[in-house]
């Protein structure tokens, strides 16, 4: 990073990358790397798919900024009708902004536009955003907060299911922490004070930890017993992340609003939230905006990006080596006990270490092989979870079987080598 650049960002590696394509990353010296990052889950579609790339160009031609308040460019609408035959059923209507962190408090103004309550419930191990609000939303690691105290008031957490952490059955860990979000409300913000939940169908920055199926049914329950409105946050699993087009669908459960960004676009920073037209139609006009929110070149790459991903088999593509995935790592498990749960739907897979002879978190072999898989077989990951514990694994949707195999044999080597 040059001298006139800010230090502020947390550097996985210093790869003075030039180009992308697919799922590398070419450095300056013309050095490749398999990229099992994805910009944090953000390439779905890889780096400069073609369909993606022609989207922009063509798009710019016509217009770089058509602001939503002077004027309305048709992509808009034709973007939110693609997003209204994507997103779950009752998800009709559309607000755009830039950023995930942008997103989720978007949908927060709308929940207490929408009713008149103050306060908002999260879960142990979120991570929302870096605005202030999205700060005190997150719950996932110390290091989003520090420093900028006092934080926004009126959000308080719930606990989050994780069975294998807590030596438990999965109903037995979802009727804990079911348990614990009515303890909330008894004890911390009436329900007649909670405008709204919000959860990540699996946590990201905490660790891709999938909160079980019976969990998100049974917050959804208490949602609709209270008025409480139920607010997905997507912005890490949607868009085709899971091996659905959103983490949710497989539960069964119809979020109030879903929060949308990352994978959204390829790249192009342009974020969502959506809901239905008549709870959209209780956020009094004016109320919220942004110069940016909607960008035609934003939108045209999110339309090329859910073309590509709504072809036929790509999501199969996406289930079967997210299976390959899991399957090699559990393989790789049978040899070296540190690795305690791989866990993760699609391609958001998370393999957790632990010392084996006590339990608890090993942060430092994370460490040490996320190095030299780079340094040695030139893969890049990264780490998640509260402990830092955590390899995550979420590579361009794109990624081929022989990818995801070499991807493997580099962490084997990584393992035999830093054990």
């Known amino acids: 990073m040059g001298s006139h650049c800010s230090e502020v960002w947390f ?46 160009q063509e798009q710019a031609a016509c217009f770089i900024h058509a602001q939503v308040n002077c004027y309305r460019h048709p992509l808009l609408e034709r973007l939110a009708t693609r997003l209204a035959e ?14 995930g962190a942008e997103a989720t408090e978007a ?8 009713t008149g309550r103050p306060n908002v419930i999260v879960f142990s191990g979120s991570f929302h955003g870096r605005s202030h609000l999205t700060m005190a939303m997150t719950t996932s690691k110390h290091g989003y907060r520090a420093g900028y105290a006092p934080l926004p008031s009126g959000v308080f957490v719930a606990p989050f299911p994780h069975p294998w952490r807590e030596g438990r059955a999965e109903d037995e860990s979802v009727a804990q922490a079911l348990r614990g979000l009515h ?5 911390q913000t009436a329900p007649r004070e909670t405008a709204a939940v919000v959860i990540e169908p699996v946590l990201g920055e905490g660790g891709y930890l999938p909160a079980p199926a019976g ?9 609709e017993l209270h008025g409480i409105l139920f607010v997905a946050d ?22 109030d609003v879903i929060v949308m960004a990352k994978g959204i ?47 036929a088999g790509f999501l199969d593509n996406v289930v079967a080596r997210g299976e390959q995935l899991r399957g090699g790592l559990r393989a790789l498990a049978e ?24 339990g608890e978190p090993d942060d430092a072999r994370v460490g040490r092989v996320i190095a030299h898989a780079r340094e040695h077989d030139r893969l890049l990951l990264m780490n998640a979870g509260t402990y830092g514990n955590v390899v995550r694994f979420m590579p361009p949707l794109v990624v081929t079987e022989a990818e995801v195999d070499r991807a493997l044999t580099a962490l084997g080597s990584a393992f035999a080598a830093t054990g």
């Open 265 to 311: 676009a390829s790249g192009f920073p342009i974020s969502a939230i959506g809901a239905s037209a008549e709870l959209m139609a209780r956020w009094p006009k004016g109320s919220h905006g942004g110069t940016y929110g909607g960008n035609p070149i934003g939108c045209a790459a999110a339309l090329a990006t859910i073309d590509v991903l709504t072809e």
């Open 11 to 56: 550097e996985v590696t210093d790869l003075p990358v030039v180009s992308g394509l697919g799922c590398t990353v070419t450095t300056a010296d013309g050095t490749e790397y398999l990229d099992f990052t994805s910009g944090i889950a953000v390439t779905s579609t890889g780096h400069c798919h073609p369909k993606v790339v022609a989207a922009i």
């Open 107 to 114: 949908a927060v103004k709308l929940a207490k536009q929408a």
């Open 183 to 187: 303890h909330l409300l008894l004890a």
């Open 234 to 255: 997507e912005v890490q699993s949607g868009f085709a992340r899971t091996g659905t087009m959103f983490a949710i669908e497989p539960a069964g459960v119809t979020p």
């Open 86 to 99: 994507v997103t779950p059923a009752g998800i009709d209507t559309f607000f755009f902004a830039n950023s």
């Open 215 to 223: 969990f998100l049914r049974g917050v959804k329950e208490i949602c």
């Open 335 to 358: 040899g070296h006990p540190v690795i305690g749960e791989v866990r993760g739907p699609g391609l958001m897979v998370g393999m957790e270490l632990v010392d084996p002879a006590t």
